[in-house]
């Protein structure tokens, strides 16, 4: 029951939250739905419920950890949302809070299903559910990014719709006892599934799931998006929306390489993830947009999840552990450039320089936000990165160690040079904005003392999870 | 019963060469609706003896396929005044060769790929041919409504590869396709309006101020 619950809470939220009027209820809504999705999240990990629905939502390590990701950023989205909608107008009018929580019950269905149609249909109301968020300007520029947006992703989520067929089809051979598409039986039958509809499966899966990742050469919409999207979007955006797109590509790579395809996805994961890499550090090189900065170094950031699925061993342990730091950096990121823009009244580039010279809290948070989204140590991703790194060399691609390490160092300079303006630029003369807000700062504060706590330390029964769902992906723990 | 699904298919795919070779935004949407009424009858054709199953399933896709979104297209046509496709990227000619190779091209594949048990031959060609036809359409026209017929092409052939299955994998995944044709559409459909109001047009081509 707790398993239902944990989507149908948000999504009942959701609904409720269209029937509240005024803005003044709905904010103290949105927290209170977040708290008790965040509470309930906490009791499954504690005692874990037994599965429901002849075992099409379940809850395993892999998709505990995803939905606790999700469920703690969304908790900071909220936070920093009451601050947000204080100052701001609130993006997508009445609907913003229903929608916000509709995407909270639909990556929680996401996390949850262990049958890939379910899954495939969390994702696609992911997709959905915040698309009127980023139309919130209502003007051509976010005209255009939600258009792409929605084009973009629609293609995606089709062509991955019809890799779930393929994968149906890969496995009409298996036991008459097996349960279609459930990734236990489609595990436990793997050697029986077929190996040429099973390839194709993961192609269509990979391209379609890669979409909404924003894996190169599919990312195209994703800076457009995180561009024109209002920041906490932007957060939510960047770190629930592709956390959610991983789980789904890490399910479809634990089939396959229990099926003995290894050595067919392999390739294909490195190569994306490695082109991702590349084409972020070429954009973020002439960058000047903070938001759409942030864009390509979440394409990078992509990148390397592939590449650690794709290196397996103790790669996919670091790529569940990068998930989890991914998120919470994209979260602190976005939360401090918010901050930015409504201290300098607009999002534009020029009016950005020095807009945190006299808000020195969030500029330091920016600061913070740029080492650990850069793998610097004492920042979770430092540990992460270090993790695929070592798992590249241990398993003799030398080059693309050597490739990617070249590649951060451009990448450090790309993000450090625009976000450092930000923070110390000379300030443009443009007109003050807001200053400071506590809820505004306690949500990237807290984010930024997780992805710390990730870097120095990781408690034990994180550890055992991520050991486990690096074990379902055919990895190990180091 | 076969030899009526076979003459289905081919209808299908005559239909989605009819939308990709005229000009006329309208026709352009009665192909698709055409096609929507066909993949309805399919189910009925292969399956025979089906049940209430695969009457639900026909009748839903007729309903969503072939009347609420075409009425729903119309509605926004007419709301828009768009009445021709203006300069393609790929030229009819072309797209039309484009279209034969494609549909070449997935009989090549499908005859190297294992079939599905109780699938018919053909469903598996014709389904990967719609989706390519769906996607060049997507990817080369610039009109927002016909980029969204495009994608109506797509799901269909989507679909019928998920006819495959019907007996075999539960009710929820032709919930889930109508569900999301259904709401793409719609949704689209509700930018493809805003668009209008915002530049008395419906060219996406008009969106390209965010570029690198």
Redesign the interface.
Known sequence: MLLLALILVPAVAALGASALRGPARRTPWLLLGAMTHLALVAAVAITPPRPVFHGWIALDALGLVVLATVSALFAAVAVYAVGYLRRAHSPGGRAFVGCLLAFLAAASLVALSHHFALLWVGLEATTLALAPLIFHKHDRRSLEAVWKYLVISSVGIALALLGVFFLATAQAGGPPGARPLVVEDLIAYADRLHPAWLQAAFVFLLIGFGTKMGLAPMHTWKPDTYGEAPSLVGALMAGGLTSCAFLGLARVTAVATAAGSGPFIRPLLLGFGVLSLVVAAAFLIVQTDVKRLLAYSSVEHMGLLAVGLGVGGVGAYGAVLHMINNAMVKGLLFFAVGNAVLRAGTGAPAALSGALRRAPASGFLLLVGLFAVTGSPPFGPFLSEFAILGALFHAGHYWIAAIMLALFAVIFVGLAARILEVVHGPPSPSAPGVGEDPWRLAAPAVLAIAVLTLGVFIPGPLFRALAEAAGTLGGGAP | MTRVAELLLLLVILTSFLALGTARVSACIRAVALQGLLLGLLPLALYPAGGAHIWGLAVGTVLVKAVVLPRFLNWAIREAAVRREVEPRVGYPMSLLVGVAAVAAAFAISS???L??QAHEMLVPAALAT?MLG?FM?TTRSK?VV?VVG?LI??N??YL??L??VE???F??EV??L??VF??VF??GI?VF??NR??DSLD?SH????S?
């Not at chain 2, 969106?207 to 965010?210: C, D, K, Q, R, W």
Request: net charge negative.
């Open positions: 190297r790929l294992p599905p048990e989706v996607l997507l927002a980029q994608y797509l799901e052939g989507v590869f998920g495959t299955h075999r994998v539960p929820l995944v889930g396709v569900l999301d709401v793409a949704i689209m930018v805003h668009i915002e530049f996406s969106l390209s101020a965010l690198d």
